[in-house]
């Protein structure tokens, strides 16, 4: 699933990747294989597809199929894909803009049919080792994370393998990020330029940059006010440690949580953390670690 605001470029983007599927050529970088694409453009005419291809490319290419009407699921589109697929063996790719042309009106919970939906083109993908790529929608409302912005519930998420957020980096930026979640890759993200009609691939965080980015505000006070310090250990009680980084809106055993959760990234940075008690009292234990001499903290065990 590609999920973006309205008007912000999926369609461009998925008809960009669509062509370089079909014609076997990389895109941004990442090898693609080449084989048959099919492009349900059920909120375009043919008119407006025709030019954004016009756009986008010189010639025709056989292996790439528009199509601007399609059944609704559970009314005859997996049949109908299904035929197509039969039509033509080297199909390689399914992409559907939108998932809400496809939905059929349901009377069940949002969640139940979010999943049933979802649920029923991953069967198909499955089915017909193809990938199928399905655009939606954001919601305005803003989130810390960025996944939860998309529009409808989670079982959208929990039924697709991987899901993309198409997000402006913020208001009158150039740049616009990808952020991308799923089942067996790692969480990534790419910060893109809409030029010319085609996304271009700017830069590509590291993993280093995104898992620091997961940890809590509040661990990364603890590893600053350790490594800023002149002695090298500081012990007290969590909300001691709380007050000492001006962290008090924090309750006491959620900070503890987020230290006892992330103390491997913390040591990678430098700073040891253990608990103890000491007549009753439940003290935490932090230290600063020696660096060695690649830069990286010495682990003794």
Not at 257 to 279: C, I, P, Q, W
Request: one cysteine or more.
């Amino acid at each position: 699933m590609l999920a973006g605001d309205p008007k912000i470029g999926k369609s461009w983007l998925a008809l960009d990747l669509a062509l370089r599927v079909s014609l076997g050529e990389p895109f941004w970088g990442f090898a693609t294989a080449k084989g048959g694409v099919l492009y349900l453009c059920l909120e375009d005419t043919f008119n407006r597809v025709q030019a954004r291809l016009q756009r986008l490319v010189d010639e025709a290419n056989d292996n790439l199929c528009c199509a601007v009407t399609a059944n609704r699921i559970g009314t005859g589109l997996t049949e109908q894909l299904r035929d197509f697929a039969r039509e033509h063996p080297n199909l390689r790719m399914v992409i559907v803009d939108t998932f809400q042309t496809i939905r059929t009106p349901s009377n069940q919970a949002i969640y139940s049919a979010d999943y049933d939906d979802m649920g029923a083109l991953k069967s198909l993908a499955d089915e017909l080792k193809i990938a199928l790529l399905v655009l939606h929608h954001t919601r305005k409302m803003g989130d810390g994370d960025v996944f939860n912005t998309i529009s409808g519930s989670n079982g959208l998420m929990g039924c697709a393998d991987e899901t993309m957020v198409l997000k402006r980096k913020s208001r009158g930026s150039s740049n616009t990020i990808l952020s991308i979640t799923g089942r067996d890759i790692k969480d990534q993200e790419f910060t893109l330029r809409f030029v010319n009609c085609r996304w271009e691939l700017v830069e590509k965080a590291s993993d280093e940059e995104l898992e620091a980015r997961a940890i809590p505000e509040s661990v990364h006070a603890v590893i600053r006010f350790i490594l800023d310090r002149p002695a090298d250990t500081w012990e007290g009680t969590a909300s001691e440690l709380l007050a000492a980084i001006g962290c008090e809106r924090i309750k006491a055993n959620v900070r503890s949580k987020y230290l006892n959760e992330h103390s491997d990234f913390m040591r990678s940075r430098g700073v040891a953390f253990s608990k103890k008690t000491v007549r009753g009292v439940k003290l935490n234990h932090l230290e600063r670690m020696p660096m060695g001499d690649d830069g990286g903290a010495n682990f003794a065990i």
